[in-house]
């Protein structure tokens, strides 16, 4: 049977479960809103989907120095001192 109170365990995107479920038993995907953006939209799934859809567009990251010329989401090298990967527009 279900548990009396809704399950709060951390699911793997850092949201709570809020589901009624066994206790013990695995949650159920998160069914908050995706939090991905980028700068040209903002996923439409739920936070449990899986993002299949990459953007499209190109990265809109730039700097006085360069224009990022990958497709957004795609790793590209940053602009600042250590030259680190960043995301690609998402975040």
Do not use: Y
Request: net charge negative; aromatic share 2%; glycine share 10%.
């Amino acid at each position: 049977p279900p548990c009396a109170a809704p399950c709060t365990r951390g699911l793997a995107c850092n949201h709570p479960c809020a589901g009624q479920h066994e206790c013990g038993a695995p949650c159920p995907p998160c069914e908050r809103p995706c939090e991905t953006i980028c700068a040209h939209r903002k996923c439409p799934r739920p936070c449990g989907d899986v993002c299949l859809e990459p953007c499209g567009f190109q990265c809109a990251h730039h700097c006085e120095h360069s224009l990022c010329t990958a497709p957004c989401g795609e790793p590209h090298v940053s602009c600042d001192e250590s030259g680190a990967p960043a995301a690609g527009g998402v975040q």
